[in-house]
């Protein structure tokens, strides 16, 4: 079943939030970023994307209808910290609110894992214009089953009932209180942790295509920069992708 426009604006606050839904598009952050809204909060829905993106410029394969391709544009004078991260919460929460049944976990920075596979991710980006910073927020959610890849997994395969529709609505309303400053990101800190799916595990980051570093990750900063230890102690990073041995796990 299609997006019902009209369902979605009456579930949000229509003097804060801009809600286009689009049938096909290249792209919803690109997409957004064309957007000249007047209101607080932009928010971009399709049911298709065709040229989708991860972090570290990665193609993220969305051609299906039936998923959550979304993202939302806000201003703030001020940066967010861990915004990625922040999202990657706000996400795992709505959904859970949704369907019970559903618990996704959160792989640093910006994956959603279910049952050791990808149920979604997460992509920040900044513009910043005078000033004021521009946040992009898009988000990929994998709701169908995509029997190519076995390394995803759709949450129809938890939840047979699962509306995407309300979880796109629970995700825009917790965004209409950051944009308009009302979320003070209490304690995000240890929520985040609490819900990471390797915390005190061992892990893997690659940094590039060479270089790798091993250890036991330890959580996040206020900055969402990972806390890995190993022999040389605590060390500190803010990029990298990070590979879980779920052997292990």
């Known amino acids: 079943m299609k997006f019902n426009s009209l369902e979605l604006q009456g579930k949000l606050n229509s003097e804060i939030t ?3 839904v689009l049938n096909d598009v290249d792209s919803t952050n690109t997409f957004i970023k064309s957007l000249q ?3 607080i909060l932009d928010l971009v829905v399709a049911e298709k994307q065709s040229a989708g993106r991860g ?3 990665n193609a993220w394969d969305s051609p299906k209808i039936g998923n959550i391709y979304m993202s939302l544009k806000f201003a703030a004078s001020e940066k967010i910290p861990a915004l990625s991260l ?3 919460l706000i996400v795992k929460k709505a959904i859970q ?3 019970k049944d559903i618990n996704v976990l959160l792989k640093w920075p910006n994956d959603l894992i279910l049952n050791q596979r990808k149920a979604g991710g997460i992509l920040v980006e900044i513009d910043q214009d005078n000033k004021i910073n521009n946040f992009i927020v898009g988000i990929g959610i994998n709701i169908e089953s995509d029997v190519a890849n076995d390394s995803w ?3 129809k395969e938890i939840d047979n009932q699962v509306d995407r529709s309300k979880i796109i609505i629970k995700i825009a309303s917790a965004f209409e209180k950051i944009a308009l400053g009302k979320e003070g990101f209490k304690d995000w800190q240890s929520e985040w942790e ?3 799916l390797h915390m005190h595990k061992k892990i893997t980051l690659n940094l590039n295509d060479s ?3 091993e250890g036991i990750f330890e959580g996040i900063n206020h900055n969402g920069e990972m806390l890995l230890s190993n022999e040389n102690g605590i060390l500190t990073f803010n990029s990298g992708e990070c590979s879980v041995d779920y052997a292990s796990i």
């Open 18 to 20: 801009n809600l286009v």
């Open 37 to 39: 809204g007047k209101k």
């Open 55 to 57: 972090r570290r410029g």
């Open 86 to 88: 922040v999202t990657g």
């Open 97 to 99: 609110e949704v369907s």
């Open 153 to 155: 997994i759709g949450l």
């Open 194 to 196: 609490k819900h990471c």
């Open 211 to 213: 270089d790798k570093v």
